[in-house]
């Protein structure tokens, strides 16, 4: 009996501590799943392929928010920079929340990282004319309108 219980414990010692370590620098997105099966492996997304640009499709509450959450609270972990647009409102008080335990944790003041933009906030709003014509860019605009 005690010899089962030794080759049990260094058989578990050995698989723990042979697993790889997931790189900090990947996106976690979660598990993979194919053919609507569930593997025991994540999804991960590289730090080149992250510069690409990022579409998430899905029917109402299959997990969309929950997923872009995980993922800005990931990059906020990891100190990357990153547009979100809280099309919703409801995501800005999550991240804010992520970046206050952030700074908790580092014991260091992001603020100065961090640009905050409501859309709905009368007395802030910000608005972009893509028409407008600076003095540097205005051959561009011009060249572009059709």
């Known amino acids: 009996m005690r010899w089962v219980t030794k080759a049990f414990l260094e058989n578990l010692w050995h698989r723990i501590t042979s697993r790889k370590r997931r790189r900090t620098d990947e996106l976690n997105l979660g598990w993979r799943v194919t053919d609507g099966e569930i593997e025991r492996r994540p999804l991960l997304v590289s730090q080149v392929r992250r510069k690409e640009h990022l579409a998430i499709l899905g029917k109402t509450g299959t997990g969309k928010s929950s997923l872009l959450r995980s993922i800005c ?7 990357h920079g990153f547009v979100f647009f809280d099309l ?3 995501a800005t008080p999550f991240i804010l929340r992520r970046v206050a335990l952030e700074e908790r944790r580092a014991g260091s003041d992001l603020s100065k990282r961090l640009i905050v933009i409501d859309p709905a906030d009368p007395d802030w709003s910000v608005g972009i004319n893509v028409l407008e014509a600076l003095e540097s860019n205005s051959a561009f605009v011009e060249y572009h309108i059709i």
Request: aromatic fraction near 0%; charged fraction near 20%.
């Open 73 to 79: 609270a990931q990059e906020i972990t990891a100190g």
């Open 88 to 90: 919703h409102g409801d």
